[in-house]
């Protein structure tokens, strides 16, 4: 995944058309834990896909990835921003 994210802004940086609005697809979608609309906009979903299937996180965290599981910075933050308690122990 992060290999896609950054041919993304590499694209973005030189000038493909259509690239910016696509990476801000993308970062809406990182920001909102949408796994299923970040393979839509990678370059390479399928590869994306197979990547996070192949490194899924702990029981009930599907909604993060496997490198911070319930630790999720994006996660702790969307839930503090909509005023809810985050349980990270
Ligand atoms: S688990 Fe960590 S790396 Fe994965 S989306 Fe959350 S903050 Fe980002």
């Given at each position: 995944?992060?290999?896609?994210?950054?041919?993304?802004?590499?694209?973005?940086?030189?000038?493909?058309?259509?690239?910016?609005?696509?990476?801000?697809?993308?970062?809406?979608?990182?920001k909102?834990?949408?796994?299923?609309?970040?393979?839509?906009?990678?370059?390479?979903?399928?590869?994306?896909?197979?990547?996070?299937?192949?490194?899924?996180?702990?029981?009930?965290?599907?909604?993060?990835?496997?490198?911070?599981?319930?630790?999720?910075?994006?996660?702790?933050?969307?839930?503090?921003l909509?005023?809810?308690?985050?349980?990270?122990?």
């Open positions: 995944m992060e290999r896609t994210y950054k041919t993304q802004m590499d694209a973005a940086r030189q000038g493909i058309p259509g690239a910016r609005d696509r990476d801000d697809r993308m970062a809406e979608a990182r909102n834990l949408d796994w299923d609309a970040q393979y839509a906009e990678a370059l390479d979903p399928e590869r994306a896909k197979a990547i996070r299937d192949s490194r899924l996180p702990e029981d009930d965290h599907s909604d993060t990835c496997s490198m911070c599981g319930k630790f999720c910075a994006v996660r702790s933050m969307n839930k503090a909509a005023g809810e308690m985050i349980d990270i122990l």
